[in-house]
């Protein structure tokens, strides 16, 4: 009897996790839709997709505080979306991509979008568990938002793989940069995220439901 009624609890639970989740990227979307384009059509069809709430609370991030030299390690439709906006606010977004038949559909998308011009796509192989390190040479210091949604990290055998992020780039950023971290639903990414406290100080505010995404930015900058 009290298995049951545990049972029925936790999916209680699950369902209304589901609908608050839901409800933020309802409104994501909308908010979405607002910014110009040449199609209002983005495709989410990819399970591994970045969340609309997620993408929605990178450009505001972009927006708000001005960010201007863009890295984003994993692309996609927060790639379509952050170079519509940096087309209109100014700035750059290096995008480096593992994969490289979808790394050839990203650059077709950008094209079509008319915004190459604001992206640099970085084909950067898996390497040693993290990506080749030569071809991020094209990515010049001064970064002022690291965005982490890549390479694959979604099972066991290499749940930890996006921490190097973090120590490769370290180095490249701005003082005041902001990092953001995708998939913090996740064990591994939990586990990377809190090496990065640990070992390069920096605090990281962890949002599950809104957008699945930790956040760490300087004390002064808008919150988003």
């Known amino acids: 009897m009290l298995s049951h009624v545990l049972g029925r609890a936790r999916a209680a639970a699950r369902m209304l996790r589901r609908s608050v989740v839901n409800g933020y990227d309802a409104v994501a979307l909308h908010e979405l839709s607002q910014l110009p384009g040449p199609s209002s059509y983005v495709p989410w069809s990819q399970s591994f997709a970045m969340r609309p709430a997620a993408v929605a609370l990178l450009l505001r991030e972009v927006a708000l505080n001005r960010r ?23 700035g750059h977004l290096y995008t480096v991509e593992d994969d490289e038949a979808w790394a050839a559909h990203v650059a077709r998308w950008l094209e079509q979008e008319g915004t190459t011009d604001r992206v640099t796509l970085i084909r950067a192989p898996v390497e040693d568990g993290w990506y080749a390190r030569k071809p991020l040479d094209a990515i010049p210091d001064g970064i002022d938002m690291l965005i982490v949604d890549g390479p694959k990290a979604g099972t066991d055998d290499i749940q930890l793989a996006r921490y190097p992020a973090l120590p490769y780039f370290s180095r490249k950023l701005t003082s005041d940069a902001t990092v953001i971290a995708d998939d913090i639903d996740r064990p ?37």
């Open 68 to 90: 201007r030299v863009i890295v984003e390690l994993g692309s996609g439709v927060s790639t379509v979306f952050l170079a519509r906006l940096l087309r209109n606010e100014g």
């Open 188 to 224: 591994g990414e939990q586990e990377v995220v809190a090496r990065w406290e640990r070992e390069y100080g920096r605090r990281f505010e962890r949002r599950f439901l809104q957008d699945a995404l930790a956040v760490s930015r300087p004390a002064d900058a808008f919150q988003t």
